[in-house]
């Protein structure tokens, strides 16, 4: 299949499904904590009635990133769905131009280009992994699995910590995170390490520290780390390059790298080594393709990064992060790791052989949406998270 041959679609409607879903075990960062898996599923129709799936993967607090669930709905309901619904888009890169007068907004604008893909994914009867495949460089053809590891949340105490690490490794998980905070870091490395001398084992910060930490932050390069996430400032650059010039483990950038300029910057002044590319922190599967160029151009190592997200978003995160320039383990674990019951099936189960999930064979992201799920989610939704606008 050539691009040009591509087969486009018309949108005629676009739904919104605020949901939440419990998780079974919740992640703590440096930044909080949330009993539940919220999101806005996206489904975009089409006058050919394909129904194409999306997730914007937003949390209720602006913790992570500015955008909430609350924002999202409201920016996506009143400014992004006028400008898409009626129009034609003939390929997946084509439609950001749609939305190019809404700045910022990424995770919202993310959930409606997912779908969008999807949508056109299944206009031509192709897998998303396949579809994702034509926009890539010459060769980069799926690998089928997607190579992934295990983000472990802040633990009440090591012990709790080393438990946890041991039934994920029992399960065949390969790589292991480990979410750091001030005062929650040194030991913990150090522990970990005695008890797994071999294991692939990253740190991820959430911008909680500054260049003050420096000297700190640099007892962590005897513990043989593969990288750590995101020590600095959610909006910072610049110190992070000053950092990395003293640190031997490699920074790699999460909340910084909101689009293929900051990359672009980030690489000038030597502020990352690696990047945790999420397609809704850079507002969606075109910035991704770009992205994916660019790293693969600069030979920068690169893995897909989650934000917990359910069956529609892992499907589609597990489709791009099966591609050959994704290189390092991805942050998409299987969906007993996050949920008792998904939104969509079949669930996604690690290979524990070789530490993969396998892309589904289905065309488009390859799971089913249960439409029960979704409105047993949306009445959890409304009863735990009653927000007044
Ligand atoms: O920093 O990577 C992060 C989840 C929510 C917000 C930020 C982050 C994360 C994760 C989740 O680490 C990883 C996953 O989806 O399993
Ligand atoms: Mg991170």
């Given at each position: 299949m050539q691009v040009e041959n591509l087969r486009s679609i018309t949108i005629k409607d676009v739904k919104l499904y605020t949901l939440a879903i419990p998780y079974t075990e919740p992640l703590k960062t440096s930044f909080g904590v949330e009993p539940d898996k919220v999101a806005i599923i996206v489904e975009v129709i089409t006058e050919d009635s394909i129904s194409g799936w999306g997730e914007a993967s937003i949390e209720v607090e602006p913790g992570y990133g500015s955008e909430t669930v609350v924002t999202g709905e409201h920016v996506m309901h009143e400014f992004m769905l006028p400008k898409v619904i009626g129009q034609t888009v003939t390929k997946g890169t084509d439609f950001p131009e749609l939305l190019r007068l809404v700045r910022g907004n990424h995770h919202a604008k993310a959930g409606i280009e997912a779908a969008v893909w999807d949508a056109l994914a299944k206009a031509n009867d192709m897998r998303l992994t396949d579809y994702f495949a034509l926009f890539?460089?010459?060769?980069?053809?799926?690998?089928e699995r997607a190579t992934v590891g295990v983000s472990i949340g802040i633990q009440s105490s090591i012990e709790d910590t080393l438990d946890i690490i041991e039934k994920r490794v029992a399960q065949g998980y390969q790589r292991v995170k480990l979410k750091i905070a001030r005062g929650w870091d040194i030991e913990l490395a150090a522990a970990v390490r005695q008890k797994y001398p071999d294991l692939m084992l990253m740190l991820d910060a959430n911008s909680d520290y500054s260049l003050e930490h420096a000297d700190h932050l640099?007892?962590?390069?005897?513990?043989?780390?593969l990288m750590i996430e995101q020590?600095?400032?959610?909006?910072?650059?610049y110190e992070h390059g000053l950092l990395q010039q003293q640190l031997e483990t490699a920074i790699c950038l999460d909340e910084s790298v909101k689009c293929v300029n900051d990359l672009q910057v980030a690489m000038q002044v030597g502020a990352i080594r690696i990047l945790n590319l999420k397609p809704s922190r850079v507002g969606g599967f075109t910035e991704c393709v770009k992205i994916y160029h660019i790293c693969v151009e600069n030979n920068l190592p690169l893995w897909i990064g989650g934000m917990l997200e359910t069956g529609v978003g892992r499907a589609a995160n597990v489709a791009f992060a099966s591609l050959p320039g994704v290189n390092m383990p991805s942050d998409i674990s299987a969906t007993d790791r996050y949920f008792a019951e998904d939104i969509a099936t079949p669930n996604f189960v690690l290979n524990s052989d070789d530490s993969t999930l396998s892309v589904p064979d289905?065309?488009?992201?390859g799971v089913n949406v249960h439409r029960d799920r979704i409105e047993a989610g949306i009445a959890y939704w409304k009863e735990r998270y009653p927000y007044q606008i």
């Open positions: 890539m460089p010459d060769g980069h053809e799926s690998d640099k007892q962590l390069d005897q513990f043989n780390l020590p600095l400032a959610y909006y910072d650059i289905g065309i488009g992201i």
